[in-house]
DNA sequence: CAGTGGTCTAGACCACACT
DNA sequence: GTGTGGTCTAGACCACTGC
């Protein structure tokens, strides 16, 4: 049943070979074997994980320890905790805080006021990685993704223009109809769909001037000045598993960002 | 000497009146009481504040209540633990992550390799602030602001132009001069010449086009997209206390954000 | 009521920095 | 060595949720 303490004194306690830089807190230990739990699909997004105490005499620590383990991947978001009922695998789909890595909001009203955007799916097709797209999801140019361009649009105005990219063999038979017809946000759909997470991701942001296809599909005049995202996503271990480029129009909306 | 305990079990003891929603956690008072001696003055950006056991004395608490109000101050960073030597009053100075809040990076080589950016000040004026910039700054219209125009290059390449709001007030006697000759991040000059830190922002990104007078001062063509960063600065207790409306070249750099 | 996370304490020991 | 932050423990009690 449980699993081996592996006290921090354990550390280089016998063949200290070489280079052993490596002494992590038990607390560190234990988060790890938290992980490794996630990946490995025992919770699932949305269910509670096993209650501090449990949790503390199945890896044979105090429940302190194990606190400061949840703690920390709480302030990741990979996990949730609910006073008085446990604590769950973060979801994209029933967290309060919905389009958590969609930054770009109306210039007026309530923001989260909008709703969830109109999706339209203009092209969901398989193909070999290009250079830089194989680079960017850590594959090799050539393997198979699969490539989906769509619009979302807020109160009936297109709003972003979107290229997703995604590994083919974690996305095999993604096809139109759901990304499309699927309610609520595409990552959320992922989790139940492919069982893919994203846990976070860095977006690069420059400032280009609309092509006349990007300017019809968006309803702008050409050169219209645009927002260019380009957005690497990433599932539990760092492995990256989406590449978006967007185009954002910012005449009604802006990308808000918290510094801190 | 010692502050009241204010343990809690004191909330709403007596004097119920009302709406009291108010509960905070003993950890949370003293957060909020060492809060009270940073903006206080008591101890200033770069000094050492007094050791967890020093302060554990000094609120009746125990050293793991302090520690936890220590931990989300450093969380905030707006202090800093070092292992061995003590806990620091968060700087914009000597801080090795200098320049915390410009996401801007190049393209092409490694981060944080380019060093300081050359500064040139273009205009620093004492006016009455517009309706939009006093209540960017929480300022009446008409009261006394300095207004900073400036350019920032890297390599020779002018690739920010940026005007920054700051309240009449608090920035008494900023000149050109010291705006220019600083060395080091213009916030911590901020922090050694008026004792103004800068604690977090919030951005508001657009992509726009330069107009004829931007496109001259930052050697580009006119019409060329351009990224607007429109930042509000604030100081402890959410106080904002600079505008900033900066257009940043985004030919060869990028905006960088980590969505987490 | 029982079970969960949240707070607080007190004490022991470890890792690191300075002197 | 001394003093600092960092880790770990064990136990007590509080606050919230749902039966």
């Known amino acids: 049943m449980a699993s081996s303490p592996a006290f921090q004194t354990d550390n280089g306690s016998a063949a200290m070979d070489a280079a052993t830089p490596a002494f992590s807190p038990l607390y560190q230990q234990i988060k790890g074997l938290i992980l490794q739990s996630l990946q ?14 449990d949790l503390a005499a199945r890896f044979r620590v105090s429940q302190g320890t194990v606190r400061k383990a949840i703690d920390e991947l709480a302030a990741e978001n990979l996990l949730v905790r609910r006073q008085g009922k446990g604590t769950f695998v973060a979801t994209h789909s029933e967290q309060h805080v919905q389009y958590r890595f969609l930054k770009l909001v109306p210039d007026i009203g309530d923001q989260g006021s909008e709703g969830p955007a109109e999706r339209s799916v203009l092209e969901c097709k398989r193909l070999r990685a290009s250079a830089d797209v194989a680079r960017a999801l850590a594959l090799r140019s050539g393997d198979a993704v699969v490539q989906v361009r769509r619009t979302l649009a807020f109160g009936g105005m297109p709003t972003i223009l979107e290229d997703l990219w995604l590994p083919g063999n974690a ?15 595409t990552y959320a759909m992922f989790e139940v ?3 893919v997470r994203m846990v976070r991701a860095e977006e690069k942001i420059r400032a280009v001037a609309a092509d006349a296809a990007q300017a019809t599909l968006l309803q702008v005049a050409q050169g ?11 599932t539990y271990n760092d492995v990256p598993m989406e590449l978006r480029r967007g185009l954002y129009r910012t005449d009604t909306h802006h ?5 801190s």
């Open 193 to 195: 769909e492919f069982g």
């Open 40 to 53: 490995g699909g025992e919770w699932k997004p949305g269910e509670s994980i096993p209650s501090e105490m």
């Open 224 to 234: 219209t000045p645009l927002l260019s995202v380009e957005r690497v996503a990433y």
């Open 171 to 185: 996305f095999k038979g993604l096809t139109s109809e759901q990304m499309a017809g699927y309610h609520g946000p």
């Open 255 to 259: 990308y808000r960002n918290a510094l």
